[in-house]
Every structure is written in structure tokens, then in C-alpha cells.
């Protein structure tokens, strides 16, 4: 009997011990400033991710939350109770800056010397205006994320090699103001709609100049130009300095060439709302990139699934490289596709084509592509096993699709522009008898192929069709007493190995080779086909 009640005792403890639950810790930070505690967050469960305030003082630079020698920016997530102490930098004791001579309200960012990895940029420096970031003022930084005023252009090669930088932002309203023509339908609809503060302060409409008071979009008119008369109605522009937050500038540029070629961790980047140039090489080598963000507001940019288009999405202008997924459809609506869209992407196995599209296709980039896919129903493109056709011209041969070799269908007259760019596996192609043309860059970045051998039949062979290519060896069977006429190169075959590249002509011709105006820069490399040997 005992016994059985201590079984029940046992048992009744059991299930009220299981019923107990299970006691979560919580924590506490305290963020100070100057000594000075300004906040408390209490109760905070283990492991939650917590956003910190970001602070501002003049002429101080923010550069998160400090303990134990560890810097938190925006956010920290809890593991134990803690306090944080706000940590600053004096703006002109840590950013290195040039000042234009040109332009003495402006400065340029040349390099920075202090300890943030999440860096917001000032607006202003010594009451100038920041307009730009210099070229290498961040080379082989380690910031992790920079924010920069909307004002500032980002030249070429300015976070080069910044490997560890992995979002790019813009803030601010646009301080600078720029000389634009304003026609007078549109003068009228800016004074009717700001008629609290586009007020006349200076000048007059009689004297042809005049400023207006803060707030109005148009800040002054410098003058006025001679009206022209159509079906009896004056029209007029006026020259003015006007507000770049309110006008929308069909030439604002933000970033420059390999602005940050190399930074390979780059995840995503913002374009600020009146940026409306975009180049694909701004971004070169920018491997893990996979969006972008573009307000609304932005006249000139949509992003469709972190893909870059233009606003009405009839240009594609950026695929981001770090974007994954295996399988790409072409939009309809498109009618123009950037050369260097796919630079760098790696995920793309599959474009899909679909019955309407009709445009041309002429891309560089696509090292993983294995297929390209035709609706049966299109009229312009058509495919044979995977390779991509129009009409005579063979398009797109896929850089990674298998296979070692590869044979030029009959009927195909012309391999287009970069056809057969960065391929990986072909170690031989047959081009057939029937080729008359190949394209600009066809062979470029081609990896394995090392001997082309060109039918005679071909009568053009369009420039850097060799560019940065494994091609050493080119045949070129076209003969001027059988054909008429040699093969015509245009320009040069672009970079190769020139310490072992041999080029080997007809006998009968050799001399019309060596003497033709681009032919003839490759004197030292051209050879009589009969010393030819495939060995």
C-alpha cells in the first residue's frame, strides 16, 4: 500500500512539473549619449532583434552604439542585460574632402579615416554642399553599408574593391539646383499652383530677371527667350535655376563607371528618385547584387522581382547578378534589351521566350545559360536543341550547354554578335561551308576553343570577334584568286595571345592578307596554310 502511494505521489508531481512553464529570460538595455541616458527597453526576450535609435549632432558624424570595443548601428540583438554607449566622430576630423575651384560652395569626398562600417555621408561639410563621392575615396574599404546624400554623384572606381559592403542608400531632399528651360504652359501651372510662395522678391518681369521667395519650385529666372508664333498663339521658354526636388532631370546621373567594381558582397542598391542614366558597368563584378530599389516616384525606373526596367517596362536594363533562380521569361512589353543586362550572373540556366517577342537579342554575360526556350508559335525566333535562331543567323549558342563540339546547321548564313561569347565546354566547331558572316565579339570570352577554322565562303569577320578568347590558332581558307576576294576583318580580332597566336591564310593570297589595312597589324602572326599542321 505504501508502496502504491508513493507511485501516485511520484506520478502527480510528474504531470504538475510538466504543466510548469517554461520561464524565458528577459533582459535590459540602456543606450547612454555623453553620459547621459536616453532610453531604457526593458523585458526584452532572449535573442530578439531590438532597433536602436540612429542620433544626429551638428557637425558630428554617428557611428552607432559601443560596448566592449563592439559597434552596433541600427540594431542589436539581445542575449543579456546590457548598456550601450552612443559613439561619434567629428565630421571634419575623419572625412578627407577637396574643395572645387569652380564651384567653392561644393566638395568632394576623397577618403575617410574613422571607425563606422555603417556610414551615412553628411550633406554638408563646412556649411559646402557634398556633390561628390571622388574616385578610390573608398577603395578596399570595410564598411558594410554606406548612406549617401542625394546630391552626390559616385565616380568611377569610388568603392573599389570594397569587399564587405553589401547595401547602398540615399537620403535627403536634393539641395542643388540646376539651369533648366520652362516653357510657359508650364510657368503658368508652377504659379497657379504655388501662389503662397512663388512670390517675386528681386527683379521684375519687366527687367527680364526676377528670384523668387522660399518654397517655390523655381528659385529664379534668368531669362526669357524669343517667342516663336504657331497657328496664331505665342509660345516662349523661360531659362531658369529651378528646385531639383520638384523637377524631374532627364539627365542626372548618380553613378560612374565601375563605381564599385569589385565590392563581390553587394547586395542591394537604392537609385535615387531623379537618377535617370543607368550603366550596367557601374556594377562590375558585383557577384551577389540581387535588387534594387526605385520609389515610385521615380519617372524613370520600375523594378519587376529585383529585375531593373525602364518606367513603361519596354527596356530591360539590369539583371542583377546575385538574383537566383535557374529560369528567366522575357517580358512582352519589351523592345530593347541592354547588351550588358546578365553581366556576371551566374543562376540563369533558362531564357524563355515567349510567342510576341520579336526584338533583337544581342547580350553579353550568361556564363551558366544551358538552354534558351522558343513558344512554337513565334514567328521570329526558333530554337534547335536549345540553341537560339533567326531566320539564317544562329543568335545565341548557350554558354554551358553540354557538349564539346558543335556543328553550324546547313542554311545558317551569318553567327551574330557575341553568339557564342563565354563559352565553356566547346573544344571544336564545324562552321559549316555555308557562312558568310561572323559577328562583333562572337567568340569573346571563350574558354576551351583553341582553333577556328573559317570556311571560305565567310566574307566578314566582324571586330573583337576574339576578344579575351582560349583561340590561338585561326585558319582562313577564303582565297582572292578562287573567291574573289579575301575574308575583310573589321578593326582587329580584339586582345589575344599574341605571344602564340598564328593565323594561316591561302597560299595564292598570302600577300593581299598581309598588306590589307587591319589584316596586315597581324604581319608577324600570318602564315602560308600549307605549314599548317593540327598536331
Known amino acids: 500500500m505504501i508502496g502504491k502511494v508513493l ?96 564651384e567653392p560652395n561644393k566638395v568632394g569626398i576623397t577618403g575617410y579615416t574613422g571607425n563606422a562600417t555603417h556610414l551615412k555621408i553628411p550633406q554638408m561639410i563646412n556649411g559646402k554642399l557634398v556633390t561628390s563621392i571622388m574616385g578610390y575615396a573608398f577603395e578596399e574599404s570595410n564598411l558594410v553599408e554606406v548612406i549617401i546624400p542625394v546630391d552626390a554623384y559616385v565616380n568611377s572606381f569610388a568603392f573599389y574593391n570594397s569587399i564587405e559592403l553589401k547595401e547602398v542608400s540615399f537620403y535627403g531632399n536634393y539641395l542643388l539646383t540646376v539651369l533648366d528651360m520652362i516653357s510657359d504652359l508650364a510657368y503658368d501651372d508652377i504659379m497657379a499652383e504655388y501662389t503662397e510662395t512663388c512670390i517675386i522678391i528681386e527683379g521684375s518681369v519687366e527687367e527680364g530677371t526676377w528670384k523668387f521667395s522660399d518654397g517655390c519650385p523655381i528659385l529664379e529666372i534668368v531669362s526669357i527667350n524669343d517667342s516663336i508664333w504657331i497657328d496664331g498663339i505665342e509660345y516662349f521658354y523661360y531659362n531658369a535655376i529651378v528646385d531639383s526636388n520638384y523637377f524631374q532631370l532627364s539627365a542626372h ?66 539583371y542583377p547578378p546575385g538574383k537566383e533562380g535557374t529560369s528567366y521569361t522575357l517580358l512582352d512589353s519589351l523592345q530593347t534589351i541592354n547588351m550588358y543586362a546578365f553581366m556576371n550572373n551566374m543562376f540563369l540556366e533558362t531564357i524563355i521566350i515567349s510567342e510576341s517577342f520579336n526584338i533583337e537579342f544581342v547580350v553579353q554575360g550568361l556564363s551558366n545559360l544551358k538552354e534558351i526556350v522558343v513558344d512554337e508559335n513565334n514567328e521570329h525566333y526558333y530554337t534547335i536543341d536549345g540553341v537560339l535562331f533567326n531566320d539564317a543567323e544562329l543568335v545565341k549558342y548557350p554558354a554551358a550547354k553540354s557538349g564539346d563540339s558543335y556543328t553550324v546547321p546547313e542554311g545558317i548564313l551569318s553567327i551574330g554578335p557575341y553568339s557564342f561569347a563565354y563559352n565553356k565546354y566547346l573544344e571544336m566547331t564545324d562552321l559549316g561551308n555555308e557562312l558568310t558572316n561572323i559577328g562583333m565579339g562572337a567568340f569573346h570570352g571563350a574558354e576551351m576553343l583553341s582553333e577556328l577554322n573559317i570556311p ?36 582587329s580580332f580584339g586582345p589575344v595571345d599574341e605571344e602564340d597566336f598564328k593565323i594561316y591564310v591561302s597560299n ?3 600577300d593581299e592578307y598581309l598588306t590589307s589595312i587591319f589584316w596586315k597589324n597581324y604581319s608577324d602572326d600570318i602564315y602560308p596554310i600549307t605549314e599548317y599542321s593540327s598536331e
Open 7 to 102: 507511485l501516485l505521489f511520484i506520478f502527480v508531481v510528474g504531470i504538475s512539473g510538466c504543466d510548469k512553464e517554461e520561464v524565458i529570460p528577459t533582459y535590459t538595455v540602456s543606450l547612454y549619449n555623453n553620459g547621459e541616458l536616453i532610453e531604457v527597453i526593458e523585458n526584452i526576450e532572449e535573442n530578439t532583434l531590438i532597433e536602436l535609435p540612429e542620433l544626429e549632432e551638428e557637425g558630428m558624424l554617428f557611428v552607432g552604439y559601443t560596448s566592449e570595443d563592439y559597434i552596433y548601428y541600427d540594431e542589436y540583438t539581445v542575449t543579456r542585460d546590457i548598456t550601450l554607449y552612443a559613439s561619434f566622430e567629428i565630421v571634419t576630423d575623419v572625412f578627407e574632402y577637396t574643395e572645387f575651384e569652380q
Open 253 to 318: 546621373m548618380t553613378f560612374g563607371n565601375f563605381a564599385f567594381k569589385g565590392a563581390t558582397s553587394l547586395e542591394v542598391v537604392q537609385i535615387p528618385e531623379a537618377t535617370s542614366f543607368f550603366f550596367a558597368d557601374s556594377f562590375e563584378g558585383c557577384i551577389s547584387l540581387r535588387n534594387f530599389i526605385v520609389g515610385e516616384e521615380s519617372e524613370f525606373f520600375a523594378v519587376l522581382e529585383g529585375v531593373l526596367y525602364n518606367k513603361n517596362l519596354t527596356r530591360l536594363i539590369y
Open 508 to 510: 595564292d593570297s598570302i
Open 456 to 491: 571560305s565562303s565567310v566574307m566578314y569577320i566582324r571586330m573583337y570577334a576574339l576578344t579575351n578568347s582560349s583561340i590561338d590558332t585561326i585558319i582562313v581558307n577564303r582565297s582572292l584568286l578562287i573567291d574573289g576576294s579575301i575574308t575583310f576583318l573589321t578593326v
